[in-house]
């Protein structure tokens, strides 16, 4: 499915969100607090737009591995690096829950709207304590479901009516944007995923809530001791 919608996965998103996304990346890669030192890894990279927003921030990070399934993605994504991630972003095809790095190789992870697509979410967070080093930082970007009535409700009818009718119109894929608001309602509450991160060896974890709480940012640290 992903692979089929690659070539219009960034228009989509951009127009979907009315343009929104680009805000949230932000605001993910400034919550790593990065000093222009570190390696990061995007899993779930996509098309590489988080981890693009780790090279570009104002302490851009020295190296981003990104590591995805989809291998049209992927493609997308080599196309967009261009001059500013020449040797500074790798894209590896791989697996959330089986990440092809050693163990605490990495200073800091981030997710992009990937996480509630993993078969196994509770290992995809324990490969990534894994990966990361002790104090390692987490930044993953999620949707969510607005607590306020009234745009709870807009958003409900958003989702359900009017998303899958432009993503189909404008990816000519008849399941992948019924799929997503059919995976934002199986994905776990944010006080579930909160205490999934805790279990697999998370610290200092909280749940931020965007744009109405229809998006939520949470940051984590990699326990001393998992």
Known sequence: MFDAIAHRYDFLNHVLSAGLDIRWRRRAIASLALTGRERVLDLCTGTADLAIAALTAPQPAAR???????????????????????GR??????????????????????????????????????????????????????????RAPVFGALYGWYLAHVLPRIGRALSRHDAAYSYLPASIDAFAIPDEFVKTLR????????????????????????????
Do not use: H, W
Request: aromatic content about 6%; charged content about 20%.
């Open 199 to 226: 279990q697999s060896g998370f610290g200092d974890v909280s749940a931020g809530r965007l744009t109405f709480g229809s998006v939520i940012l949470y940051t984590a640290r990699r326990l001393t001791t998992p």
């Open 64 to 86: 981003v591995v990104g590591v995805d399934f989809a291998g049209a993605m992927l493609a997308v994504a080599r196309t967009k690096i261009g001059p500013i991630g020449a």
């Open 89 to 146: 972003i790798v894209l590896v095809r791989g697996d959330a829950t089986r990440i092809p790095l050693a163990d605490a190789s990495v200073d800091a992870v981030t997710i992009g709207f990937g996480i509630r697509n993993v078969d196994d979410p509770a290992l995809a967070c324990r490969e990534m304590v894994r990966v990361l080093r002790p104090g390692g930082r987490l930044a993953i970007l999620e949707f969510g479901v607005p």
